[in-house]
């Protein structure tokens, strides 16, 4: 079984940038899509940047332009670079990946346990 590992969270003042990083261990054959989702307090989980195993990718509205998705396939490691962060940019940050385990197995979709932003002056 693969486990996802986040890290690069803290604490911000607005304007500034944090680089997150999620690394993917265990037994890997495959990673297919890699998300990153945010939940703020008292707010639903909501879908801020995803990138395919080719490098295409998409992002949530209110973070394009600032926010930036990125994979390295050799390492299964994915980032998110956030520049330009606000303080509605704060909430816990979570990385989802569709894991193919074994050559034979279907993708699971598999989640870190997340790591926390929080921008504020």
């Known amino acids: 079984q693969a486990q996802l590992v986040e890290s690069g969270g803290g604490l911000v003042q607005p304007g500034g940038s944090l680089r997150l990083s999620c690394v993917a261990s265990g037994s890997i054959f495959n990673i297919n899509n890699i998300r990153w989702y945010r939940q703020a307090s008292g707010k639903q989980r909501e879908l801020v940047a995803w990138?395919?195993?080719?490098?295409?990718?998409d992002y949530l509205d209110s973070v394009k332009g600032r926010f930036t998705i990125s994979r390295d396939n050799a390492k299964n490691t994915v980032d998110l670079q956030m520049n330009s962060l606000k303080p509605e940019d704060t909430a816990v940050y979570y990385c989802n990946a569709d894991i193919q385990s074994t050559r034979s197995s279907a993708p699971r979709s598999s989640w870190g346990q997340g790591t926390q932003v929080t921008v504020s002056a």
């Open positions: 990138i395919s195993r080719g490098g295409t990718t």
